[in-house]
């Protein structure tokens, strides 16, 4: 039972637009949720996190929209660089034990 | 780089095989955290541990074990090992619990022949 869905395995944008990451969820007890960026043969870094009481965070180039009535959240970079070319996991922290729960994750691919 | 050291950045064994993965956290963290990442997949959290002792468990099977030793470095055993354990090995720690943001190591890719 994937509670956090990247229905996207990749998604290619042109260098200088903006890219947008999804993520659905299916369990209304997440209280926060975190987006990592995966470069190969790297462990996975942090980028940017939002709490369920908010339904914006931004950081430089990075924002991240929650909408908790649609159980969905999106990552936007904008403008998109060569060097955000990585993959993106989304995942969501469950209040009750605070166990994290990844997605699947999207491999975004920057074109110059 | 995160601070989480993880070693050997490559194992490569036989079916049946036991291997050891070592984790050693950031300074001043007290969790550790290891994953598992096969091929094309998320990461699978298999287990926690917090100041020496099992916080969570998740997807761990029961040939897998973990401990975390006073000096808070971590070690994760896979026995009897199966083709199907290949795979990249993550280990993650944070300052606290699992609500804190955790700082990855590199991983250590295990193959299985």
């Known amino acids: 039972d994937q509670q956090v869905k990247q229905n996207s395995p990749s998604l290619s944008v042109q260098e200088g637009r903006i890219s947008i990451l999804n993520c659905d969820y299916t369990n209304s007890m997440f209280d926060y949720f975190l987006w990592y960026k995966k470069y190969p043969a790297e462990g996975p870094t942090f980028l940017i996190s939002?709490?369920?009481i908010k339904d914006k965070n931004e950081d430089g180039r990075f924002t991240v929209f929650l909408n908790k009535s649609a159980k969905h959240l999106s990552l936007h970079i904008v403008p998109s660089q060569p060097g955000d070319s990585a993959v993106y996991f989304c995942a969501a922290i469950l209040a009750s034990n605070y166990q994290l729960i990844w997605g699947a994750g999207t491999k975004l691919i920057i074109k110059p | 780089d995160s601070g989480v050291t993880q070693t050997p950045k490559h194992l490569i064994t036989a079916t049946g095989q036991r291997v050891t993965l070592r984790c050693s956290p950031r300074?001043?963290?007290?969790?550790v955290y290891w994953y598992q990442q096969s091929l094309d997949q998320g990461l699978q959290f298999l287990i926690q541990y917090y100041n020496g002792e099992e916080r969570a468990k998740g997807n761990i099977l029961e040939r897998f074990s973990a401990q975390q030793f006073p000096d808070l470095h971590s070690e994760l055993n896979l026995s009897s090992l199966e083709l199907g354990d290949s795979a990249l090995y993550f280990c993650?720690?944070?300052?606290?619990?699992?609500?804190?943001?955790?700082?990855f190591g590199a991983g250590t890719r295990l193959s299985v022949l």
């Open positions: 993650a720690s944070s300052p606290r619990t699992m609500g804190d943001i955790q700082y």
């Open positions: 939002i709490s369920s």
């Open positions: 300074s001043g963290d007290l969790s």
